[in-house]
């Protein structure tokens, strides 16, 4: 069964760092996409950073660019998400997503470009 697994979500203070991790199993994504969104209460789900396995090519949005870094562990065929310097509007169920189709940039930052998805983790982040 091919599934993505999220970890590390947490209730962090403004300011504070967050690691994210959601680790791939029944399949790998050697040729393929991975990426994280979040979603905050009935809000549109939203991009937040996408990893392009082949070359390593990582695509953030305007909001967290300098702040969040996705990164990948090939042994592990895990993502990461390096969360720091957390605000209060990070605040959302972050959830993550992959394809076997290496996106280009245009794509990547589309919910509807990924056809796997976590159950997604909780990060809540106080003022």
């Known amino acids: 069964q091919v599934q993505l697994v999220e970890s590390g979500g947490g209730l962090v203070q403004a300011g504070a760092s967050l690691r994210l991790s959601c680790a791939a199993s029944?399949?790998?994504?050697?040729?393929?996409?991975m990426a994280w969104f979040r979603q905050a209460g009935d809000q549109e789900r939203e991009f937040v950073a996408s990893l392009r396995w082949s070359d390593n090519n990582k695509f953030y949005s305007n909001s967290v660019r300098g702040r969040f870094t996705i990164s990948r562990d090939n042994a592990k065929n895990t993502v990461h998400l390096q969360m720091n310097s957390l605000k209060p509007e990070d605040t959302a169920v972050y959830y993550c997503?992959?394809?076997?189709?290496?996106?280009?940039?245009?794509?990547?930052?589309?919910?509807?470009?990924?056809?796997?998805w976590g159950q997604g983790t909780q990060v809540a982040v106080s003022s």
């Open positions: 029944g399949r790998t994504f050697s040729r393929g996409t």
């Open positions: 997503a992959a394809t076997n189709r290496g996106l280009i940039l245009s794509s990547s930052g589309a919910p509807g470009s990924y056809d796997l």
